[in-house]
T-cell receptor
Framework: GEDVEQSLFLSVREGDSSVINCTYT??????LYWYKQEPGAGLQLLTY?????DMKQDQRLTVLLNKKDKHLSLRIADTQTGDSAIYFC????????????FGQGTTLQVKP | DAGVIQSPRHEVTEMGQEVTLRCKPI?????LFWYRQTMMRGLELLIY????????DSGMPEDRFSAKMPNASFSTLKIQPSEPRDSAVYFC?????????????FGPGTRLTVL
C-alpha cells in the first residue's frame, strides 16, 4: 500500500538552511505536496511539485524530486524562527478521490 | 470564501457524554476529510466522503465514532460515548476530489478534551 516516511525532528540555527526529507511508495502519484502546520493551527499547503519535474523553486523554498528513488526534499534557505513548525509531506492516493497520504510530519526547531 | 469552518473550536466534556463536531467545507469542493491529531499517533485520517458518500471509514477507531454528510455543505463527526483517550485535535479538510491536483484545505480544528 501507499506509505510516506519522514524523519520526526530537525533542529537548525537561524540563518542556516534546513532540509527536510521524505520517501514515498506510490510511483504513480501525479503531485507531491508539502504542508506546514504552525502551533495551534491546521495544515496549510506550502508548495507542491508535479511529478514530471525534478525541481521547483519558490523564494526561499526549493523542492527536489527524485522519482527513481521516490525521494522528495524541501529546502528552506535562510531559515527564520518563524519557520518553526511541523512540515508534512503528502502524495495523492490512487483512488483519485482527493485523498492524500501524509507522512508523520517533521518538527522543525529554529534556534536563534 | 471563509475557508473550511469547524465548530466548536474547543470542547471539554466528561467521559460518557456525546460529542458532535461540525464542519462546513469550502463551497464547490466535493471531497471532505476528517482527521485526528495527537502527540502519540500523529495525524490520522478517520473517514472521507466524495460527493457526500462515505468512501473509506477504515480509520474510524471503533463503533463509538460515526460521521455523516447529509449535504454538500455540512458534515458531522459524533463520538458516543466519549472516552478520555478520544482527547485530540480533530480537523476537517475539503478539496476538489479527482485524479489530478488535490490540494486539501484544512479547517482550524476542534480541540476536544474528555475528562
Amino acid at each position: 500500500g501507499e506509505d510516506v516516511e519522514q524523519s520526526l525532528f530537525l533542529s537548525v540555527r537561524e540563518g542556516d538552511s534546513s532540509v527536510i526529507n521524505c520517501t514515498y511508495t506510490d510511483s504513480s502519484s501525479t503531485y507531491l505536496y508539502w504542508y506546514k502546520q504552525e502551533p495551534g493551527a491546521g495544515l496549510q499547503l506550502l508548495t507542491y511539485i508535479f511529478s514530471n519535474m525534478d525541481m521547483k523553486q519558490d523564494q526561499r523554498l526549493t523542492v527536489l524530486l527524485n522519482k527513481k528513488d521516490k525521494h522528495l526534499s524541501l529546502r528552506i534557505a535562510d531559515t527564520q524562527t518563524g519557520d518553526s513548525a511541523i512540515y508534512f509531506c503528502a502524495e495523492s492516493h490512487s483512488s483519485n478521490t482527493g485523498k492524500l497520504i501524509f507522512g508523520q510530519g517533521t518538527t522543525l526547531q529554529v534556534k536563534p | 470564501d471563509a475557508g473550511v469552518i469547524q465548530s466548536p473550536r474547543h470542547e471539554v466534556t466528561e467521559m460518557g457524554q456525546e460529542v458532535t463536531l461540525r464542519c462546513k467545507p469550502i463551497s464547490g469542493h466535493n471531497s471532505l476529510f476528517w482527521y485526528r491529531q495527537t502527540m502519540m499517533r500523529g495525524l490520522e485520517l478517520l473517514i472521507y466522503f466524495n460527493n457526500n458518500v462515505p468512501i473509506d471509514d477504515s480509520g474510524m477507531p471503533e463503533d463509538r465514532f460515526s460521521a455523516k454528510m447529509p449535504n454538500a455543505s455540512f458534515s458531522t463527526l459524533k463520538i458516543q460515548p466519549s472516552e478520555p483517550r478520544d482527547s485530540a485535535v480533530y480537523f476537517c479538510a475539503s478539496s476538489f476530489g479527482g485524479p489530478s491536483y488535490n490540494e486539501q484545505f484544512f479547517g482550524p480544528g476542534t480541540r476536544l478534551t474528555v475528562l
